[in-house]
């Protein structure tokens, strides 16, 4: 779990977390996956946000929330 954590800079628990707001706001909001992955990571853990708005998590975590958004359809 812990070399998990630094690959990927999410715990499990956290994906979780974001890929169930991240669902929520795709369901009622009419946004795209990606945005409402940006959304739910913006309000799930907002450390992982830059001043300038930007994501501070690998690509590569960010498709993975977004292909865990599309698994849930």
């Not at 994906?15 to 009622?28: N, Q, V």
């Not at 946004?31 to 409402?36: E, I, M, R």
Request: aromatic share 10%.
């Amino acid at each position: 779990m812990i070399l998990e954590k630094l690959f990927s800079g999410l715990s499990e628990k956290e994906k979780y977390e974001i890929t169930s707001w991240a669902f929520s706001y795709f369901m009622s909001n009419d946004l795209t996956v990606s945005d409402a992955v940006v959304k739910a990571v913006k309000k799930a853990m907002p450390n992982k946000v830059r001043d300038d708005n930007s994501l501070k998590i690998p690509r590569s975590t960010f498709i993975e929330l977004q292909l865990r958004v599309k698994n849930m359809l």
